[in-house]
């Protein structure tokens, strides 16, 4: 592991300049000069010991599962935000900068059961009010979006609203916060070079 470091000279004197020979200097970093950040997930509501830890050496964080639709909407047309809300506020008090993951998830596994027996029609309005929901809620107080997670791999969106829904969700993301900046969350892109599906050679 490579430790950054550089030496520093300290020079302490009185109020009248003089120097104080053998002095005692104690230092300690306010904050870090790099951004530096973890997952957070629900537990941290419910252990002040977990808060202090969490707060005192992360400045970002993305919710684990708390922000994603089969979280916020089990039931159709029944959602619940209070989760997500609450870590919101708790990253907000803390100076936790929060990325929105994620808006829509393209692999079928991770969606609400409810969602995966509508037609096409009524998918693509649930896909929408979903995007509204989301994004007209935290609007301006996440730092980015993941708006179609792992859309290389898996394609549930695609299959069943054409192959522009990927796109068509990030104009309506964009549509919707414009100054906030929309990515595609993916795995394998870099720690697996056998994948090829996420290389960044045929992306």
């Not at 708390?66 to 506020?89: C, H």
Request: aromatic content about 14%; proline content about 2%; some cysteine.
């Amino acid at each position: 592991m490579q430790v950054r470091t550089r030496k520093v000279r300290f020079q302490v004197t009185d109020e009248n300049g003089t120097a104080l020979n053998g002095a005692k200097v104690i230092t300690k970093a306010a904050k870090l000069n790099f951004p530096f950040g973890c997952g957070m997930n629900h537990f941290i509501l419910t252990s002040k010991d977990y808060q202090n830890w969490y707060a005192s050496r992360f400045k970002f964080t993305t919710f684990t599962n708390e922000m994603k639709w089969y979280s916020t909407e089990r039931i159709q047309g029944q959602e619940d935000y209070s989760i997500a809300d609450a870590m919101l506020t708790f990253a907000k008090e803390n100076g936790i900068s929060v990325r929105g993951h994620n808006v829509l998830w393209d692999d079928e596994e991770y969606l609400p059961e409810w969602i995966k027996t509508l037609s096409p029609e009524d998918l693509r309005k649930a896909a929408a009010k979903r995007t509204m929901s989301v994004v007209s809620r935290y609007k301006g107080q996440v730092i980015a979006w993941d708006v179609m997670n792992e859309n290389l791999h898996f394609h549930f969106f695609e299959d069943n609203l054409g192959q522009n829904a990927s796109a068509e969700a990030y104009a309506a993301v964009f549509a919707l916060d414009p100054g906030t900046k929309i990515f595609l969350n993916e795995f394998n892109t870099i720690e697996y070079s056998g994948d090829q599906i996420a290389s960044p050679v045929n992306i």
